[in-house]
């Protein structure tokens, strides 16, 4: 989701509102003040999802779906690839 563009005088008047969106809906915002891009407001880390989770997810998606075996290998190429391209998130401000 792309962040919300909002001014620095409408996020302090509803500072309470923008942090518990950007925590409990994923919400970023990207404050301007003067027309320019000044700051963020994004959630701090998103929850890691367990195994189990994803697994009755995954389950639930495809459930009636039946793809050929062409199509199955060529989607685990994919995941394959795009694991691998993976970067761990540099945040050098940390409070």
């Known amino acids: 989701m792309d962040p919300i563009p909002i001014s620095v005088t409408e996020a302090s008047r509803n ?22 891009a000044v700051a963020r407001i994004e959630p ?3 929850q890691p999802r367990k ?3 994803l ?7 495809v459930e009636g779906v039946h ?4 199509e199955a290998t060529s989607w685990l190429h994919d995941l394959e690839q795009a694991r691998g ?5 540099v945040r050098p401000w940390r409070f």
Do not use: M, W
């Not at 697994?55 to 998606?61: D, E, G, I």
């Not at 793809?67 to 062409?70: N, S």
């Not at 391209?85 to 998130?89: F, G, M």
């Open 67 to 70: 793809v050929g075996v062409e």
């Open 44 to 46: 701090a880390e998103t």
């Open 51 to 53: 195994g189990v989770e």
């Open 85 to 89: 391209s993976l970067q761990p998130q």
């Open 55 to 61: 697994a009755a997810a995954l389950k639930q998606a």
């Open 15 to 36: 500072f309470s509102d923008c942090v518990n969106r950007a925590r409990y809906q994923g919400i970023s915002f990207i404050l301007h003040k003067g027309g320019a």
